[in-house]
């Protein structure tokens, strides 16, 4: 499922190859591990590779267990179309690794759960399954490094504002580790509209200021 990134979509019903990827908007090397691209994620190319990656137990707080590979192209092609979310995937020399979500809190439904400051920049992050990543120490770390140096430093944020389900242990621990602050448990309201459903769900919000990832 995770071929060369020129090679990860097969042709369309018009016998024509797919277009390319588009260009990363971050680079970065990581030690003993390889080259980390982050791109914006393509709805029709990508989509399978997210689809495998929601449908595993693993990710059930992701919350979109259970949807087809045209219900996550579509949830996707929506949000390509917005100036307020993005989506972009991430590759390890060339294969993908996790995805990585940001947002504008105060068009967010997070927004009302918390005051928002200027320079706020919300995050959602997905790991591909362990048999597909690097099963080596420290990975988890130096992706999750690589996203807030992205985030906070190449678009210039003052802080990243995280919102896992409370039962989400395992990505709570890796927020700590990184130096996220924990901040309130609060209730995210349920989002009903013509193009996205999100049920209710019970967050524990976290929050890295740029003084503390990135010192001096």
């Known amino acids: 499922m995770h071929l060369p990134a020129d090679e990860a979509a097969p042709a369309d019903s ?33 989509a399978p590779v997210v689809h495998g990656w929601v449908s595993e137990e693993r990710a059930v707080f992701w919350g979109m267990t259970g949807l087809t590979v045209d219900q996550v192209r ?29 947002y504008e809190p105060a068009e967010d439904r997070v927004g009302a759960c918390y005051p928002v400051e200027p320079g706020d920049i919300g995050a959602h992050v ?7 990543g690097p099963a080596r120490p420290g990975w988890s770390g130096a992706l999750l490094g690589a996203f807030a140096r992205y985030v906070l430093l190449g678009l210039d944020r ?22 996220f602050e924990a901040g309130p448990v609060v209730t995210l309201p349920e989002v009903d509209l013509p193009d996205v459903y999100l049920p209710e769900k019970r967050a524990q919000l976290a929050f890295l200021r740029r003084e503390v990832a990135f010192p001096g």
């Open 14 to 46: 018009s016998g024509e190859a797919p277009a390319p990827a588009s260009a990363p908007v971050h680079e970065q090397h990581l030690p003993g591990l390889g080259t980390l691209r982050l791109r914006p994620l393509d709805a029709d190319r990508d």
């Open 74 to 102: 579509e949830i996707y092609a929506h949000l390509a179309g917005l100036d307020t979310h993005h989506a972009y995937l991430a590759e390890l020399d060339g294969t993908p690794v996790a995805l990585l979500q940001t």
């Open 126 to 132: 997905l790991l591909a399954p362990a048999s597909e």
């Open 158 to 179: 003052r802080r990243v504002v995280v919102d896992p389900d409370v039962r989400n242990d395992r990505a709570l621990a890796r927020f700590a580790r990184l130096g």
